[in-house]
């Protein structure tokens, strides 16, 4: 699936989100490390993909009406096995339609459990005089409540993406602290640098979240994320 083919999708349903099935498609296609990630919209679906994924993996709910997806008990981490799946697939069903009764829930999406890293956030908003803004930051409480973040316009150069690395307060967490292993700071940069190089190339995408992006001490791979595009 190309953007062009996911935005005319969303276009055509009037959405202007795009699922986490669809935004990771497009990432990896740009070459922006994702969890590989498939939609099932039934039970047994889900039992398949996972069993051809091979386990542990992830079962997510996937629904236009739910951003915040652990919000509502729709995100189920670490199954090992098709009963698991099973359980899994119908505990997020009935979570979802208990916490949104008017959302309409297209199903859950499918993908390996990955190895926990580091958990960084990489960001793009739109301003209204600037365009294209990518942001960094560390996950978790270091973004949500210290709003510990770095900017840069874009497009970014290579030195700009070092630089919204080595700026946050938190930058020390990267290096390995209290026996965390440090961050590979070059696969950081590359995978910012992507995201720039997407936004750019896609003028459609008005905003997009990486959140959480595992670091390791070899690599990083984002394990959730959030596109919306314009309106037609
Ligand atoms: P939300 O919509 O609530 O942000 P996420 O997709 O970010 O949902 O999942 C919530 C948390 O679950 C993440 O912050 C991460 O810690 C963990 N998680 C999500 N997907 C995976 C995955 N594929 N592998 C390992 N951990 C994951
Ligand atoms: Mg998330």
Not at 27 to 32: D, F, I, Q
Not at 125 to 139: A, I, N, R, Y
């Amino acid at each position: 699936m190309t953007f062009e083919s996911v935005l005319a999708q969303a276009r055509g349903e009037k959405r202007t989100l795009l699922s986490e099935v669809e935004a990771k498609e497009v990432l990896r296609e740009a070459g922006v490390p994702a969890t590989a990630t498939t939609l099932a919209t039934t039970r047994e679906q889900a039992r398949d993909q996972a069993e051809a994924m091979g386990y542990p993996v992830v079962l997510k709910v996937v629904s236009p009406g739910i951003a915040h997806k652990s919000d509502v008990g729709g995100v189920k981490l670490n199954l090992l096995n098709r009963d698991a799946v099973g359980a899994a697939f119908d505990e997020i069903m009935a979570n979802a339609r208990r916490a949104e009764p008017n959302a309409s829930i297209l199903g859950v999406s499918v993908q390996q459990m990955a190895k926990q890293g580091t958990e960084v956030i990489i960001g793009m908003t739109t301003d209204p005089q600037f365009g294209p803004v990518m942001m960094f930051g560390l996950g978790g409480i270091m973004v949500e409540v210290l709003k510990d973040v770095s900017f840069r316009l874009v497009p970014l150069s290579d030195r700009d993406a070092g630089q919204m690395i080595d700026e946050i307060k938190g930058r020390p967490v990267l290096s390995g602290v209290r026996g965390q292993p440090p961050a590979d700071i070059d696969a950081l940069k590359k995978a910012i640098l992507q995201v720039s190089q997407f936004v750019e190339n896609h003028p459609e995408v008005r905003e997009l979240d990486l959140n959480p992006v595992f670091a390791y001490p070899d690599g990083a791979i984002a394990v959730d994320a959030r596109i919306v595009v314009s309106e037609a």
